[in-house]
């Protein structure tokens, strides 16, 4: 069961888990769970329940102190990975990736290699997560917590919107990353994954997030910008975007709609260029819809009664 929004006082929280965990902590939401990691480190361990084991992604040392210290009053035993738990990258393809990881100290029967469907670099640190948590929960006695489970679930995860390659070639990625840490997140895995590739980046954002601090880590790697905005209503006005585009040294094309961002972008392609489409879940959602379109692909049925390029022209 994930968690909407912080933890301490989220609807969730009603739950008692077999499990808490606690992934990679930035800012975001700040207006609500506060603006610095160890506040907001604090509204998410209020999923953590007394003597109720917890893992966590690797943190930053003030995010990590709060949650040691909530876990230790609460008497729940923690497993910090990047420290209990160290994985290795092994190989990389547009088909997927493999790594290697192992328990740091005392050999676990979950220590190996794993293949993972998902792309991008924090592919590796999700996966290690996973792996960390089902190992618990054998050591816990839960008998359906097993190596070949967990190999056969990492090997076939599917996540649409998450590095999701539309197109090979030329490429074709969207990817929901949403705050800045995500972006820089997104930056890196291109730069890593598509070593020759410059990109048209389409962009767009909702008005509640922090968009200067994305279009810093996304406009060095983006030869081209595109921006638009989703069907949300909170989504940020295009022009907008354009002038904080402006402000940071780069121009902007704007595009009035997810479909006519796509179309401008696919007529702006060249041998050596991709696109990709990122900042907030809803433009991305629009873009795989618009690319369903063009290319006659069949998608399950969204929140739309009818589809938003026929709604919106």
């Not at 547009?94 to 190996?112: A, C, E, V, Y």
């Amino acid at each position: 069961m994930e968690v909407g929004l912080g933890g301490q006082l989220d609807a969730t929280n009603v739950v008692t888990p077999e499990i808490s965990v606690i992934t990679s902590l930035s800012l975001d939401h700040t207006y609500l769970l506060g603006d610095t990691l160890a506040q907001i480190a604090f509204e998410k361990a209020g999923i953590v329940k007394p003597g109720i084991p917890v893992v966590t992604a690797p943190q930053k040392d003030e995010a990590l102190e709060v949650l040691e210290g909530i876990a230790s009053e609460r008497a729940s035993p923690i497993t910090v990975v990047g420290r209990d738990w160290l994985w290795t990258p092994v190989t990389r393809s547009l088909n997927g990736q493999t790594m290697h990881i192992w328990r740091n100290g005392t050999p676990s029967p979950f220590d190996g290699t794993y293949e993972v469907a998902l792309l991008g670099d924090f592919q590796q640190e999700n996966a290690a997560v996973a792996i960390a948590t089902i190992a618990q929960l054998h050591t816990d006695g839960h008998t359906w917590a097993t190596p070949e489970a967990l190999r056969e679930s990492l090997g076939s995860a599917k996540w649409p919107g998450r590095m999701e390659i539309l197109n090979q070639t030329p490429p074709i990625v969207i990817d929901c990353a949403h705050n800045p840490y995500s972006a820089e997140t997104l930056a890196r895995s291109l730069q890593s994954w598509f070593p020759d590739v410059s990109w048209i980046l389409i962009f767009g954002s909702s008005s509640d997030k922090d968009v200067k601090g994305m279009l810093e880590a996304l406009l060095p790697v983006s030869k081209h910008v595109i921006v638009t905005r989703s069907y949300h209503p909170r989504a940020t006005a295009p022009y907008a975007l354009a002038d904080l585009c402006a402000d940071l040294g780069h121009g902007a094309e704007i595009a009035v709609n997810p479909r006519r961002a796509l179309e401008q972008a696919s007529h702006s392609l060249e041998p050596g260029l991709g696109i990709v489409a990122t900042g907030s879940i809803f433009l991305v959602a629009d873009v795989r819809e618009a690319w369903a379109h063009h290319t006659n692909l069949d998608l399950p049925l969204g929140d739309w009664v009818d589809e938003p390029w026929e709604k919106h022209p």
